[in-house]
């Protein structure tokens, strides 16, 4: 059930529906609270939505799981400017 939805919550992504496709992560994680590539993918839209620190907590949640995930540190990354 985690896939569907994931990929559902990543093509509203690509189509910049960031609200829906945030709603669909999150569904995802309710389904899935450790599940990597939905942390990604919130954290990848909620800066389009205005939500930079819940986007960093995300991000925060995935380092402590898998420290050097390249995805999550470039992602941390662009939205600290850096």
Same mark, same amino acid.
């Given at each position: 059930?985690?896939?569907?939805?994931?990929?559902?919550?990543?093509?509203?992504?690509?189509?910049?529906?960031?609200?829906?496709?945030?709603?669909?992560? *999150?569904?995802?994680?309710?389904?899935?609270?450790?599940?990597?590539?939905?942390?990604l993918?919130?954290?990848?839209? =909620?800066?389009? =939505?205005? *939500? *930079?620190?819940?986007?960093?907590?995300?991000?925060?949640?995935?380092l402590?799981?898998?420290?050097?995930? *390249?995805?999550?540190?470039?992602?941390e !990354? !662009?939205?600290?400017?850096?």
């Open positions: 059930m985690l896939a569907p939805r994931y990929r559902f919550a990543h093509n509203l992504a690509q189509q910049g529906n960031f609200a829906e496709a945030a709603a669909e992560y *999150r569904e995802a994680l309710r389904l899935n609270p450790a599940s990597v590539k939905s942390k993918g919130l954290a990848a839209v =909620l800066p389009n =939505l205005g *939500r *930079r620190e819940e986007a960093l907590q995300q991000l925060r949640e995935v402590q799981l898998e420290p050097t995930n *390249r995805t999550a540190l470039e992602l !990354r !662009r939205i600290l400017g850096k």
